[in-house]
């Protein structure tokens, strides 16, 4: 099963862009690359996914290595309300796709 | 609106007394799963269901027994609990396990925090 690596813990100030990197050395062609974040007592959330090329939501934006061996989450102007832990998945496009590793996150923590 | 419901919030427990804790979807998802949350192992995948009377295990599912009778329900049941399987529990659905895009970002219910003791 293909795994995820993300630094424990990360820190920003308030009104600044956060970079969250995530490597993802042994990813398959057929692997979708997710976020997801779980802010204090809640379920985790989505937040972006993609393929090859990069992506664009409201929430962030998801850069994508050439070589799709590493991404990065990108939060444009970091919140207070952005404080939580973010996940990076591999989720396989195909018949496989059931299976996840979920790994510990990044805890990121925000100042104003 | 669209949610994954989990039940009970709240449940402390004796050992050995069976227990199921159970997760409802509204969206007519076909992909289910269960994960266990424990402090310093983050989220752990212990069982997950690619559609009805289809289910097959994650990576901790000793302990654990799940059943997919019907799309919208996937129940998760502690036969005989042990004070090991203390935790934080979230279910979890999307659309479909895999196939193109826009099947696949995961909805969460928010969470059973179980207490064995």
């Known amino acids: 099963d293909a795994k995820t690596t993300q630094p424990n813990s990360m820190e920003s100030n308030e009104e600044e862009p956060v970079h969250l990197p995530c490597n993802h050395s042994?990813?398959?062609?057929?692997?979708?690359i997710h976020w997801y974040r779980q802010l204090p007592s809640q379920g985790p959330e989505y937040v972006i996914h993609?393929?090859?090329s990069n992506v664009n939501n409201r929430m962030a934006s998801l850069a994508i290595a050439e070589d799709r061996k590493s991404s990065t989450l990108i939060l444009h102007r970091a919140t207070l309300r952005d404080a939580a832990v973010y996940y990076c998945?591999?989720?396989?496009?195909?018949?496989?796709?059931?299976?996840?590793?979920f790994g510990q996150g990044t805890e990121l923590s925000v100042k104003p | 609106e669209a949610q994954v419901t989990q039940n009970p919030r709240y449940l402390i427990t004796v050992t050995g007394k069976k227990l199921t804790v159970t997760c409802s979807q509204n969206?007519?998802?076909?992909?289910m799963s269960w994960y266990r949350q424990d402090p310093g192992l983050g989220l752990r995948q212990i069982y997950y269901s690619m559609n009805v009377e289809v289910t097959d295990k994650g990576d901790v599912p000793e302990g654990y027994k799940v059943s997919r009778k019907e799309k919208r329900n996937f129940p998760l049941i502690l036969e005989s609990p042990s004070p090991n399987q203390t935790s934080l529990y979230f279910c979890?659905?999307?659309?479909?396990?895999?196939?193109?895009?826009?099947?696949?970002?995961?909805?969460f219910g928010n969470g059973t925090r179980l207490t064995v003791t």
């Open positions: 969206m007519n998802h076909e992909y």
């Open positions: 979890a659905s999307s659309l479909r396990a895999g196939g193109s895009s826009y099947n696949s970002p995961l909805h």
């Open positions: 042994t990813i398959s062609g057929t692997d979708y």
């Open positions: 993609g393929l090859t």
């Open positions: 998945i591999l989720r396989d496009m195909g018949g496989q796709g059931g299976k996840l590793i």
